[in-house]
């Protein structure tokens, strides 16, 4: 069975203040990919980063990093020096066995305060 | 370049009615993927389709449906609606689900949504 697990629903920091939002996924497949998408309030899923499963570099863009573990089966998302424009609700998401199917896991209410 | 852009923004319907959904991709994306948000949850999904062909299905029941038109745009049909059908729809588009490759997966890009509220 495949699924997405973000344990922490709601996180809440102070501007300027760095935050992880972890990312737990199963799969028997060898091949799978990863996605972060945000979602503000508007409601649109914006894509943010897409990893293949033999790729396990970590990333960085800007103030957003992810960290991809396969050990742990992780894809953690450190944003650093939040920013109030940050809050959105954040979904992990998973896709393999060869299909175009993504799975989202119940996603991160962050709420950037300033 | 233009979204992916879905029709209508809002909709309210009452329960037993059907309701059509729009959807038109990215310019040079090929497919288009539906899903459903209930509000609080990560979004379902419910059907892909490229090049006007099924080509993955969610567990949903047969009163949805959604067909592919040759400018790749899309149509989501919900029939006999439930109170329980209200919730976000969300479009996605991808140039193609296996580019690259057989294992490779494209990124989805989604629309705005359709806010369907069944009373």
């Known amino acids: 069975a495949q699924k997405v697990t973000q344990a922490q629903t709601e996180i809440s920091v102070v501007e300027k203040e760095d935050v992880t939002l972890d990312c737990v996924y199963e799969t028997r497949d060898t091949t799978y990919y990863l996605f972060w998408y945000k979602q503000p309030p508007s409601g649109e899923l914006v894509f943010l980063i897409r990893?293949?499963?033999?790729?396990?570099q970590n990333e960085i863009s800007g103030r957003y990093s992810w960290n991809f573990q396969k050990s742990t089966s992780s894809f953690n998302f450190t944003i650093t020096a939040s920013q109030v424009v940050d809050s959105a609700v954040y979904f992990c998401?998973?896709?393999?066995?060869?299909?175009?199917?993504?799975?989202f896991g119940q996603g991160t209410t962050l709420q950037v305060k300033p | 370049d233009a979204g992916v852009t879905q029709s209508p923004t809002h909709l309210i319907k009452t329960r037993g009615q059907q309701v059509t959904l729009r959807c038109s991709p990215i310019?040079?994306?090929?497919?288009v993927s539906w899903y459903q948000q209930v509000l609080g949850q990560g979004p379902q999904f419910i059907f892909q389709?490229?090049?006007?062909?099924?080509?993955g299905r969610g567990n949903f029941p047969d009163r949805f449906s959604a067909r592919q038109f040759p400018n790749y745009s899309s149509e989501l049909n919900v029939n006999a609606l439930l109170l329980g059908d209200s919730a976000l729809y969300l479009c996605a588009s991808s140039l193609d689900p296996e580019t690259g490759g057989a294992w490779d997966t494209d990124t989805q890009y989604f629309g705005p949504g359709t806010r369907l509220t069944v009373l």
């Open positions: 990893r293949n499963s033999f790729d396990e």
């Open positions: 310019s040079g994306h090929k497919s």
């Open positions: 389709y490229y090049e006007k062909e099924e080509r």
């Open positions: 998401a998973l896709s393999s066995g060869n299909t175009g199917k993504l799975i």
